[in-house]
């Protein structure tokens, strides 16, 4: 059973920076591309950021370019997204999954970024 669990949200100024974990189990995590998605209030789900098996290739969303890192180690079974600058809009729930559509999705994470 695919099994993904979202950590590291919070209130956050704007400016200020988050590092969100997802802890992974129940698959071959390592052989996998892995994805970060959100959802603000009111809004579709959005791919934020991607990274292949390997951890060799990433992908981001260009709201998320040049503020965000994706990263992964897959000794531990474990995505990482690093969010810097953050801004109000950045403002959602954030979920880690193995579908680029968000399938198989954790329960996500909480982020606020407020002053």
């Known amino acids: 059973e695919v099994r993904l669990v979202e950590s590291g949200g919070g209130l956050v100024q704007p400016g200020g920076s988050l590092t969100l974990s997802c802890a992974a189990s129940g698959f071959s995590f390592r052989y996998l591309w892995m994805y970060w998605l959100r959802q603000a209030p009111g809004k579709e789900l959005e791919r934020v950021s991607a990274i292949n098996s390997g951890g060799t290739s990433t992908e981001y969303a260009n709201s998320a370019k040049g503020r965000f890192t994706i990263s992964r180690d897959n000794a531990k079974d474990t995505l990482y997204l690093q969010m810097n600058s953050l801004k109000t809009e950045d403002t959602a729930v954030y979920y880690c999954?193995?579908?680029?559509?968000?399938?198989?999705r954790g329960q996500g994470t909480q982020v606020t970024v407020s002053a």
């Open positions: 999954a193995t579908n680029p559509f968000g399938g198989n």
